[in-house]
């Protein structure tokens, strides 16, 4: 147990602390923007990437505490694709918002950690309400970055391929979850999920 505790917390320093590789090319490595955009433009498209990058900070998060008290191989191997891919959806926020000449959140942190905390108490409870907290979870940041992709300026095409691309992975991973069997999860915990998480993108927009 104390060696598991260890990586952990050595994953969770990479994650926040290391900026991080894609194994796959960013979306947008062939597109241009032909109209520069306004510095007004460039400060609200870095804060809607700030959004997303702390949305995929929480995401490793919640991944490793899933994986952290689990023991179906199955599911185990499952979480692992869906938390590479979204290594890569931090890589592409991470670099998309230096471009942009932005910052990420200094909430970081205290996202992980908490996010860490309910993925741990999922695996506890039951195999497949693990699988429906992840399918949830997928469901609604697909949502939120079909809300954003509303809200970004047409002309900033690299920020709306990322976008896309993350939300095509998104909405693979909440298939998957079903296809193995996920339970939907109970209303009220949705929507403690939906009120978490709307608390997490009003802040991480500001801080």
């Given at each position: 147990?104390?060696?598991?505790?260890?990586?952990?917390?050595?994953?969770?320093?990479?994650?926040?602390?290391?900026?991080?590789?894609?194994?796959?090319?960013?979306?947008?490595?062939?597109?241009?923007?032909?109209q520069t955009l306004t510095s007004q433009e460039k400060e609200?498209?870095?804060?809607?990437?700030?959004?997303?990058?702390?949305?995929?900070?929480?995401?490793?998060?919640?991944?490793?505490?899933?994986?952290?008290?689990?023991?179906?191989?199955?599911?185990?191997?499952?979480?692992?694709?869906?938390?590479?891919?979204?290594?890569?959806?931090?890589?592409?926020?991470?670099?998309?918002?230096?471009?942009?000449?932005?910052?990420?959140?200094?909430?970081?942190?205290?996202?992980?950690?908490?996010?860490?905390?309910?993925?741990?108490?999922?695996?506890?409870?039951?195999?497949?309400?693990?699988?429906?907290?992840?399918?949830?979870?997928?469901k609604q940041v697909s949502s939120h970055l079909e809300n954003h992709l509303s809200?970004?300026?047409?002309?900033?095409?690299?920020?709306?391929?990322?976008?896309?691309?993350?939300?095509?992975?998104?909405?693979?991973?909440?298939?998957?979850?079903?296809?193995?069997?996920?339970?939907?999860?109970?209303?009220?915990?949705?929507?403690?999920?939906?009120?978490?998480?709307?608390?997490?993108?009003?802040?991480?927009?500001?801080?």
């Open positions: 147990m104390l060696d598991s505790i260890i990586n952990e917390v050595d994953k969770a320093l990479k994650t926040l602390t290391v900026s991080s590789l894609s194994e796959r090319p960013r979306p947008d490595r062939n597109l241009n923007n032909p609200e498209h870095a804060k809607y990437m700030r959004v997303n990058h702390s949305g995929e900070i929480c995401a490793q998060a919640l991944y490793r505490g899933q994986l952290f008290f689990n023991n179906n191989k199955k599911i185990e191997e499952q979480l692992e694709i869906a938390a590479n891919e979204e290594l890569d959806h931090l890589s592409w926020c991470q670099s998309r918002i230096k471009e942009l000449n932005g910052t990420t959140s200094r909430l970081n942190p205290l996202l992980y950690l908490g996010s860490f905390t309910i993925g741990s108490i999922a695996s506890i409870i039951d195999e497949k309400y693990n699988l429906g907290f992840l399918s949830e979870t997928e809200k970004i300026a047409s002309k900033d095409k690299k920020t709306i391929a990322i976008i896309k691309q993350m939300k095509k992975d998104e909405e693979k991973h909440e298939l998957s979850a079903k296809s193995m069997g996920a339970k939907e999860l109970p209303y009220f915990i949705q929507k403690i999920m939906k009120s978490t998480s709307k608390l997490m993108t009003s802040s991480t927009f500001r801080i």
